[in-house]
Structure formats: structure tokens, C-alpha cells
């Protein structure tokens, strides 16, 4: 009720996540929340650790502190990468939202790494722990606090599509764990003078680094240049082949530029024997129309198919068996027949399945191999084999 209050409230047209200025304003808010509620956290936490002087509690607090931080550097992610295209960025700002969370997870580690210092010297040098009630309780509502604060930033993060949001609701999500081994640390100080302190100050750091760690992980996959959405490779597909006269569709490569910027090409299939003309406007209309509905950039290439030639259709039909029967080929395009007589090469591509551990046969094992059953079938007949990774290519 809460976070759709916080929406409702703040968002203006907040249904309308495809807009830059919604977009950006869902990740203000986000960000001036978790500034709020993480000082306030932090607060809470140092004051606790002070009462009880405990090493866990301080760390805990601080990492808090990191999280305020965190969500500024959020703010400012957004702000930036919405700033417009210009002549050094032809297609925008976008990737300074990934360079802002690999700035915080720079940050989560840092935090880690020190409170592992300092909670190994609790643990050579141990100090008494003082459990108090409040101070406890408090430790408490402030999980409940973390709670909450996950699911706004995981809401708001799938709204927009953001990865840094998600990151950050799953980092709230890691802090409830940690908070909550604080607390049990907290409570067995009240019967024991063993250290417990120190070494669950050592776990918090752990899980404090892991976080980091998975942060950077998350961030630079799309800088790197990751895989791209199984839903909008399928939706590019879908939309593109919803308009008449274009038969197949393959070697789609998407460029992600920050979310939702992405310049995607894409080849498709058009019958050889149709004006240029009249193919040309309905490529011109999907490459708009298309474009627009998925807020993408959409460039489409045309690749004229033969279907009316005999010899074309029975001879892609008897490929297409061998292929089916290969089990390493996925699909084939750009099929054609090159030559004149009886010395021709059939010209095509096939995409194979990336993973090959259990079936290991190089490009050159598999060319051979489907062109040896060819040669059975048609033996005056030259393959020509263009061979294409399913990671590379979408079909």
C-alpha cells in the first residue's frame, strides 16, 4: 500500500515507464527512499553499536551508510544517463547506469573488506558486549524496515526494467539476512562471553562482499555485452514476422546502450519475385512501427528468397531433412543456388547450438559432416557452409 501510495504520489503518468522523464523519476524516488531510510538506519544502528559496543552492530550500521550512498550515486546514474544524444554518444548516456552500480559495488566491497579487519581484531582482542533490550528491539524494527525497502526497489526495478534497482532490492533482501545474524549475535552476548561478536562480525563482512561481488557481476554483463532478453528477442521476432510477405527472420543482433536503448538488426526473408519497390515500403512501415511499439531501434535487412523455382524448393527440402537430423543444427537461412549445369554450390547458413559438451564437434567436423550427406543425394554439388553460434545470432 505504501510503495503504490509513494507512486501514485510522486510519479506523475506513472504507467507510462517507456517515457525518459517517468523512467527517471521512478529512479529519484527509489533513490531519495533508500537515502531516508538507510540514514535512518544507520542511526539507529551506530547509536546501538555504541550502546552495546558491539563490532557486528557498527558494521552492519556502516553498511547501511553504504547504502545511503549507494542510492545518491543511483540518483545521479539517472540523472546522467538521461542526458540527450550528442556527437562523442550518438545513442545517449544510457551505460552510465551500469558505471553507477559498478561505483556502488566498488563501494559495498570497500565496506566489506575493512569491517573483516576490524572484526578479526574483535575476535584476538575480544571487548564484553552489553545486551539491552531496546537497543534490541530496534535492531529489529529496522529488519522490518529492510523488508519493505527490498520489495519498493524490486517493484520499481521490474516497473522500469532496471537493473540497478533489482540489484539494489536484492542487496536490501542480503541485508535482512545480515541484520537478522546481528541480532541473534546481539542476543547470545546476554549468556555467553565467548567472541560470538567478532565472528559474526566476520560473516556480515562476508555476506557485505558477496553482495559486492554479485553487484559487479550484475553490472558488468551488460557493459561487457551480455545475451539480450529472451522477451524482447522473441517480441523483435514476433513483430517483424507479423507482416505479410516476410517469411523468415534471422542473424538479429541486438546493441544494448543503457535500458532502453537498444539498436537491433535483424534479416528478413521478402520473396525474390516482388517489386522492390512495394517490399521496400512494408520493410520501411515494420522498421517504424516495430521500433516504436518496443522502444527499440530497428534496422532490417532484406534478403530475397527464390520460391518459385523448382530445382530451389526440392533441393532446400532435402537439406532441410539432413539438417533435422543433425544434432548440433538449430535452423538454416540464406539459402541459394550458385552455377550453372550440373557444377553448382548450394550456398546457406546453419546456426548451431553454442553448448557442445556433450556432442564436441568442431565448425569443420560439422561442415563436413552435412556435406557428405548432401554429396549421397546430389553429387556434383558443392556445399558452401556459413556457420552461425546461437549466441550470436537469434533466429
Known amino acids: 500500500m505504501l510503495s503504490k501510495f509513494l507512486i501514485k504520489t510522486f510519479v506523475k503518468n506513472s504507467e507510462n515507464t517507456s517515457d525518459e522523464n ?216 514476433d513483430q517483424v514476422m507479423s507482416y505479410d510477405n516476410i517469411t523468415g527472420v534471422h542473424d538479429l543482433i541486438i546493441h544494448n546502450y543503457g535500458p532502453g536503448k537498444c539498436m537491433c538488426s535483424i534479416h528478413a526473408e521478402v520473396p525474390a519475385n516482388m517489386s522492390v519497390v512495394k517490399i521496400h515500403e512494408i520493410i520501411d512501415a515494420a522498421e517504424k512501427n516495430v521500433s516504436e511499439k518496443l522502444n527499440i531501434y530497428l534496422v532490417i535487412h532484406m534478403d530475397p528468397i527464390n520460391v518459385d523455382d523448382a530445382e530451389v524448393m526440392e533441393t532446400q527440402y532435402e537439406l532441410l531433412k539432413i539438417l533435422n537430423e543433425h544434432p548440433l543444427v538449430k535452423s538454416m537461412h540464406d539459402f541459394r543456388i550458385v552455377g550453372s549445369g550440373e557444377k553448382k554450390n548450394l550456398i546457406f547458413d546453419v546456426v548451431v547450438d553454442s553448448n557442445r559438451k556433450k556432442i564436441q564437434l568442431s565448425d569443420e567436423d560439422i561442415k563436413h559432416d552435412i556435406c557428405e550427406k548432401v554429396k549421397k543425394i546430389y553429387p556434383t554439388y558443392n556445399c558452401v557452409i556459413t556457420i552461425d553460434n546461437d549466441f550470436l545470432h537469434y533466429h
Open 22 to 237: 517517468v523512467r527517471g523519476a521512478y529512479g529519484f524516488l527509489a533513490g531519495i527512499i533508500g537515502i531516508i531510510v538507510n540514514l535512518f538506519l544507520f542511526g539507529v544502528k551506530l547509536t546501538v553499536g555504541m550502546i552495546s559496543q558491539s563490532i557486528a552492530v557498527t558494521a552492519d550500521a556502516f553498511n547501511n551508510f553504504t547504502d545511503a550512498g549507494s542510492s545518491l550515486v543511483t540518483i545521479l546514474g539517472f540523472k546522467l544517463s538521461n542526458m540527450p544524444a550528442d556527437e562523442e554518444h550518438p545513442f545517449g548516456h544510457g551505460r552510465i547506469e551500469y558505471l553507477s552500480a559498478l561505483i556502488v559495488s566498488a563501494m559495498v566491497m570497500l565496506v566489506g573488506l575493512e569491517f573483516i579487519r576490524s572484526s578479526i581484531q574483535r575476535i584476538l582482542n575480544p571487548t564484553p558486549v552489553q545486551f539491552e533490550v531496546i537497543p534490541f528491539v530496534l535492531i529489529l524494527f529496522s529488519i522490518l524496515f529492510k523488508i519493505w525497502l527490498s520489495r519498493f526497489n524490486v517493484l520499481i526495478g521490474k516497473k522500469i526494467n532496471s537493473s540497478a534497482l533489482k540489484a539494489a532490492g536484492l542487496d536490501a533482501l542480503g541485508d535482512v539476512v545480515t541484520s537478522s545474524t546481528v541480532a541473534l549475535s546481539l542476543l547470545a552476548s546476554k549468556w555467553t562471553d565467548f567472541p560470538v561478536d567478532g565472528y559474526v562480525g566476520v560473516a556480515v563482512a562476508l555476506m557485505i562482499l558477496y553482495s559486492g561481488f554479485k553487484l559487479t557481476k550484475e553490472t558488468l554483463n551488460p557493459l561487457l555485452g551480455e545475451a539480450p532478453d529472451p522477451e524482447l528477442v522473441n517480441a523483435i521476432k
